[in-house]
Nanobody, 127 residues
Framework: QVQLVESGGGLVQAGGSLRLSCAASGRTFSGYIMGWFRQVAGKEREFVAAISWSGNSTYYADSVKGRFTISRDNSKNTVYLQMNSLKPEDTAVYYC????????????????????WGQGTQVTVSS
């Protein structure tokens, strides 16, 4: 089993930056694709970014491409989401998620395809 814990959320002004971290622990970490999702009250959970632990490939939602960067540090079992040029529309609870299995790109954007989730961290961008 895998446990995920997010940190790094907070309040920033539009145009500012935040770096989110997701620390993973458990019996095994190999074979996991890691992703970031975000959710606003009353709306569907939205894909933000994903990264393959084995392939070092990254994927982004169109709304964040060029502004957000997902990365990993396997020695620390941690994934990061660097968020730059933040907009008020980025305000949400951000969740870290893990998916075990082969890399199938169309599945990376589906929240219901992920096996493990963190508790979330609030990101608020003021205008």
């Amino acid at each position: 089993q895998v446990q995920l814990v997010e940190s790094g959320g907070g309040l920033v002004q539009a145009g500012g930056s935040l770096r989110l971290s997701c620390a993973a622990s458990g019996r095994t970490f190999s074979g996991y694709i890691m992703g970031w999702f975000r959710q606003v009250a009353g709306k569907e959970r939205e894909f933000v970014a994903a990264i393959s632990w084995s392939g070092n490939s990254t994927y982004y939602a169109d709304s964040v491409k060029g502004r957000f960067t997902i990365s990993r540090d396997n020695s620390k079992n941690t994934v990061y989401l660097q968020m730059n040029s933040l907009k008020p529309e980025d305000t949400a609870v951000y969740y870290c998620a893990g998916r075990f299995g082969p890399l199938i790109v169309p599945l990376l954007r589906r929240a219901d395809e992920y096996d493990y989730w963190g508790q979330g961290t609030q990101v608020t961008v003021s205008s």
